[in-house]
């Protein structure tokens, strides 16, 4: 497997150490953590900072926000070192760049496909310019609130060719990724997938075993790429 087709991991929505440690261990490239409040996944700043002091180099801790002043993304980024920030509310270019602290923090920004026919209509190639200075664009179907809601939208709608790094991620687990890698493999500059309730017990809870399956799913598809 070469590196242009290893799809880079990330398990979010980690509540507990124990999740934290069975991400680790299957091979996740990246963990995340809700700072949204109304989530049912949600961890203040202070706990995700603890959970992050877990990870070995080269793991990359991922913070989720929505619709935070830009004061409070930066302190948060500043508490957790090496972290990455997620944008998944109403910003916009400029409120991502300035939060990020006009590029100190990398960042990516969800873009929500509707779930219906109207995914037609949503201009991924404009988004992905629009948001230009993202690290990477991660793909979510739009449903009602914020903060990704375990939905996968039709993937055979969108753009075979974006200029950006693209994120998969709703309604995904272990029985599904491989299709979703297959069909988006050289869509973007590079594939990544991000799944939360698709290795749960329970909102919040991971479930080790589901973890490790899905990170093998994904694995199987990249050997076939």
Known sequence: MSLATRTRIKICGLTREQDVDAAVEAGADAVG????????RAVSAERARALAERLPPFVTPVLLFVNEPAATV???MANVPGAMAQFHGDESPERCWESSGQGAHRYMRAARIPMDA????????????DYCRAQAIL???????YGGGGKAFNWSLLPTAVDAHLVLSGGLAPANVGDGIRRLRTAGKSLAVDVSSGVEASKGIKDAVKIRE??????AADALS
């Open 139 to 145: 793909l979510d179907a739009h449903v009602e609130g």
């Open 33 to 40: 953590f809700v700072l949204y409040p109304a989530s049912p």
């Open 74 to 76: 930066q302190a948060s």
């Open 118 to 129: 109207t995914a037609r209509r949503f201009d991924l190639v404009k988004y992905a310019s």
């Open 214 to 219: 899905f990170v093998a799913a994904v694995r």
